[in-house]
Every structure is written in C-alpha cells, then in structure tokens.
C-alpha cells in the first residue's frame, strides 16, 4: 500500500516525481524517498514522515536528474522511519521502490547474507534490492535480473528498479499489485496508478499480472510471466490533471462528501428508463446470465462490505434471491459451499483490494454460475478478471476514508438488485416506484447536504468524547456500521454499531452521559422498535442523537434527544441519503478535534496488501 512513480526522459524529472509523489500520499504517508540517476551515479533521499518532509530535504540537498525512482510508503515491514524507507539500494549500485509484501524474504534474507550482502534495513524490500544486485554481478542486465529475482519472490509487489551502470533505463515488475506504464514524447513514465501521470501524459498501458517492464527515453519493452516479449493495448484517458486537485474545500474528504449528488446522477446515467433498469448495463449478454441467477454470494473488505451487507436486505426483500455476504479475509480461506446458479458480487472501490482479488480468483475456481465486479476503477486488477462489471463513476477518491465510492457502491448494487427483480417477474408498478426513486436521489443527496452547517454544531458535542454507540435495524444496521467505521477512522474515536435490538443483549451496560449513541431512523415498519430501543438509551441517562427521516421524525419526541430530520426519498434509496449526515458528523468531529482527516494515522487508501 504504497506509491511508486518512475521517469526516464530528455528533462530533469525530479519535479514530476515530487508532484507525483503528492497525488500519490492518499497511497502511504508515512514516509517518502527518490533515487535519482545521473553522471555521479544514483543519488537518493530519504525521509520519515510526509512528502513535504522529503520536498524540505530536497530544498536543503537538490538532486537532479533525467531519471529516477521515487516512492511514498505505507509500512508493513519494519517501523516507519528513514532507515526503512524507500528506495532501498544495494552496494550503492541499485536502487529499489516496492509496493506489496514478499513473503519469502526471510529466507532470502539469509541467503544473500551468506553470499556477503549486508541488510541496512528492517524491510521486506531490501531483499529484492540485493538480489538484483547479485543476479547483475553474474552478468545479467537489469532487465534479465529483474525476470530472475521476481521468479523467485513469493508474495504481491509492483516494483521499480535503477542500476547505476544503465543510464537512462527503469525496468518495472507487477505480481498481485497494480502498475502502469505512461508513454510520453521521448519520455515514459512508471506508476502504482494513472493520476501522478496525467500532468505528463493521456496514454496508458496497464501491466498484467506477471508482466515486467523495461523503459528508458523512447522504447518499453514488456514480458510475461512467461518470458514472452507481448504487446499490451495503448489507452487513452480522458480524466484531467484536475480531477486530483482539492479546490476551494478544506479537505478531500469534504469535497468528495459534496461532490456525492452528481456522482451518483452520473452512477445512474444511461441505466435507468423512465420506469425501468435499462437492459445488459452488466455487460453484452449479461441479463441472459442474471435470468439464471437464484443466489448471489457478495464479497468485499471494509465500506465496500458495509454496501454488500445493505444489498443483502434489497436482494431478499425486492427481487425475493437468497443472500450472502462475506468479508473476503475470511471467504478465500474457506471452502464455501455454492448452491447451483450463484452468482459471485466483489466490491472494491481501487479494484486492487488484495483480500478481494484472491477472493474472485478463488472463486472463478469454485463453480460460481458468473463473477461481476462492482469497482470504480476501469483498467483495475478486479474489473479485468471478473467476467461482468459495473463502473461506479465516483470518480478519483483520495481521502482514506470511503464516502462517495460507498453511496455510488449503494447505488450500483440496487441496479443489480432491480436487474434481477425484472428479472424474476417483480411486478412492472414496483419496479416502476423503485426506479422513481432513483431519478430523485441526486436531489435528496443535495437536501442532506443542506444539514452540513447544523451537524458541524452538534460536532462539538462529540469532541471530548472517547467512545460512540451506533444503533440501526434492518438495512439500516450496516449504514450504522458505515457510520460508526467513519468516526474511528478519522477522529479516533472507539466507536461500535450494534442492530438496535441487541441493545439489552450486553451493549447497554456501556450506555451513560459519556457514551453518545446515534441511531439511523427511516420511516419504516422497524420504526416503533427502534424507538423502543431509543427509550432504553435515555432511560439511563445516554445522550442520543437521532438521523430520522422527516416522516419518522414526527413520532419522535423531544424527549428522544437530539434529532435530525431528513428527506430519504423512499425505502429503496433512504439508506443512501442516511449515510451522509453521518459521514458530515465524522468529518466535522475530526476536524474539531484537529486529526489528520485525509490521512488517518495507520490507514492507507488502496489496500493492495494481504
């Protein structure tokens, strides 16, 4: 879970890495590093903390350079300082920057030490740096010695290597971590994901799994993993530097919270009729597939699961299918038992998620009836190997924390769910109402919006606080997880979400003037028990803050605590515009209590490691 960029050109490149590195920090951000080539050799720069910390170093030590390596970490190996960070180098002859975790390196650690090689470092990483090394002294070139060394690596990494004895030249290796390749005008380009790039280039070639790369100013060459020299399709994108740009918002997180109503109009254009799932938006032939369907297995990691879990309730109560839903560290580990005609449901928001991507691997194994991605990242690891897919279109998310990937998520998911509900004969009139909904969620998300300026007083409310209680029933439940995952992630506060009626089951013994409680309240059926449940919180004397739709607000007393009434628009889409208040809440309780709330300590965006 780090970020890699890597130039060869006829200019000094040492600012393009820097910016790269920066659109990059949503990667890892907790320590930074370059390499550069030059007449004198590689020269590298190192530091502990942020990619500001290495741009002051670099103010007080310029490099400069026509080509070079520069990397931004997410530790997994080896505390965050600068003794581990990247790029590592061997015998001042390599230098090396790694995304992803070798799982071997122990015991090529001690091989290498054998044969003279001493480790500077607690990484993973350096192994690789030394082996390089070692494969060139037997009289390969860096390119031979990179195919060598990743034959033997066990694990995930993107990589990008330098040796000081071929100027000019970068080479680049992928196994379970994403990769791509920018082709400039005499330059190219290497990076963990497309947006470092788009100041200096439109035109991408995705690296497949297994493939490694060689480029210097005018020529790439790629092989296979089996040694094969291929030719991989040149793409165009039509994203803009600026899609990366935070503009007049104090954080990315809150620009992304408001940039919600025109993701999902853009989620949802060119799918929906006027009172209907458009056909095939799955894919050429995907609703001959879906009419087969009679369970579905949803499978993700964190928010996305979160989403998962809400499109179980939709599956099972709308279109009448069977429903699972696993986190995807637990599923590839199992042997699950798939019923005939299932259909297996990732959701990833980088498409790189490695727990997910075993997870489809494993299941295009196991006699699933089709696969299909939900993702938000064309060209990712997961939308090529799943045989059907739905773009999200939320756009790049930079911040950590998950807001306008996960209602987009939502929103894709209840297209599958009224796919199927058509599918399955659900009568025209209910299929009608549902998609009648969808048509008014963009303005229902500008509506909760409006609320920003309130939840930022009630914020101040939750500053001194240190533990939270998020209550929810039904399809609710998970969005009272969502909003619980929200505020640890970004303020630091413990919080837990709990179904509403397991308060009595052990959670109410936590409930005093300290431990705020929160509850998700549509205008349902469940409604009169969550209130219910709601008394058992004031009557002993916890603080409740309720995010209830307009219509329930009006059975709920001032005696309730605080409420915040909304319009949800409907059943179908009312867990979407739930959410946001409670995305509102975090961001506001994490600035107030002064965090980093783009970048949570510990956290990192793109989850590319086991």
């Known amino acids: 879970m780090c970020g890699i960029v890597a130039a060869s050109a006829h200019r000094d490149v040492v600012d393009i890495l820097i910016s790269g590195l920066r659109t990059l920090e949503y990667r890892g951000y907790d320590s930074a590093g370059i390499a550069m080539q030059n007449g004198a050799g590689l020269k ?102 990179v195919r060598k060394a990743a034959r033997r690596l066990r694990g995930a990494f993107a990589i990008a290597v330098l040796s000081s004895s071929e100027p000019g030249v970068v080479v680049g290796a992928r196994v379970g971590s994403p990769m791509v390749l920018g082709l400039g005008f005499n330059e190219n380009f290497l990076a963990s994901d497309i947006y470092p790039l788009l100041p200096v280039t439109n035109r991408f070639v995705y690296l497949e799994e297994g493939d490694v790369v060689r480029i210097d100013t005018t020529t790439y060459q790629i092989r296979d993993h089996e040694d094969h ?37 853009e989620t949802l254009e060119g799918r929906i009729g006027v009172d209907h799932v458009l056909p095939n938006i799955f894919g050429v032939g995907a609703d001959a597939m879906l009419s087969r369907v009679r369970n579905v297995h949803i499978v ?80 990712s690891s997961i939308v090529r190997a799943a045989d059907h897919v739905l773009m999200t279109r939320a756009g790049l998310e930079i911040g950590v924390a998950s807001t306008k990937a996960f209602t987009t998520q939502l929103v894709a998911l209840q297209l599958l769910v009224l796919t199927l509900a058509q599918l399955n004969g659900v009568s025209a009139e209910a299929i009608a109402a549902w998609v009648t909904e969808l048509h008014g969620l963009p303005e229902k998300l500008n509506q909760a919006l409006v609320l920003n300026d309130r939840i930022k007083l009630l ?26 995952l929200k505020l640890k992630e970004i303020s630091y506060i413990h919080a837990e979400a709990y179904p509403a009626g397991e308060l009595k089951h052990g959670p109410l013994a936590l409930v005093d003037k300290d431990m705020p409680v929160i509850a ?68 506001h309780v994490a600035v107030l209590r002064g965090t980093d ?14």
Request: hydrophobic share 40%; glycine share 8%; net charge negative.
């Open 597 to 610: 709330v783009d970048q949570p300590r510990n956290l990192a965006k793109s989850v590319t490691v086991e």
């Open 229 to 265: 020299i291929v030719e991989r399709p040149v793409k165009e994108t039509a994203t803009s530097a600026d899609a990366v740009q935070r503009g007049d918002y104090c954080h990315y997180m809150q620009k992304e919270i408001f940039e919600q109503p025109q993701v999902v109009a």
């Open 520 to 587: 998700v309240a549509p205008n349902n059926h469940l409604l009169q028990k969550l209130i219910s449940n709601i008394e058992e919180v004031r009557a002993r004397g916890g603080e409740m803050l309720v995010i209830a739709d307009a219509q329930a607000g009006a059975s709920l007393k001032q005696r309730h605590g605080e409420i915040i009434e909304l319009d949800t628009g409907g059943p179908l889409v009312a867990p979407v515009v739930l959410t946001l208040p409670l995305q509102l809440l975090a961001y």
């Open 459 to 484: 914020a101040e409310k939750f500053v001194d606080k240190q533990h939270a209680l998020f209550l929810g029933r039904g399809s609710h439940y998970p969005i009272a997880m969502e909003g619980a």
């Open 44 to 145: 590298r720069l190192r530091t502990y903390g942020k990619v500001r910390e290495l741009e002051t170093l670099l103010r007080e030590s310029p490099l400069q350079g026509e080509c070079g390596i520069a990397h931004t970490r997410w530790a997994t190996h080896g505390v965050p300082n600068t003794v581990n960070a990247h790029p590592l180098m061997s015998r001042d002859d390599i230098a090396l920057i790694h995304n992803g975790i070798i799982e071997n390196h122990e015991e090529l650690r001690v091989e290498l030490q054998g044969q003279g090689y001493v480790f500077t470092s607690d990484t993973d990483t350096e192994v690789m740096a030394h082996l390089v090394n070692r494969l060139m002294s037997e009289g390969n070139d860096l390119f031979t010695a």
């Open 300 to 379: 993700a990691c964190g928010t996305s699961y979160h989403a998962g879990l809400v499109a179980r309730y939709q599956l099972e109560q709308l279109a009448g299918i069977p429903c699972m839903v696993e986190v995807a560290s637990e599923y590839r580990y199992r042997n699950p038992v798939v019923p005939a005609d299932t259909l297996f449901v990732v959701v990833s928001q980088s498409g790189e998620t490695a727990d997910t991507l075993a997870a489809l691997r494993h299941a295009k194994e196991s006699g699933y009836l089709a696969t299909l991605a939900i993702c938000n990242v064309p060209e």
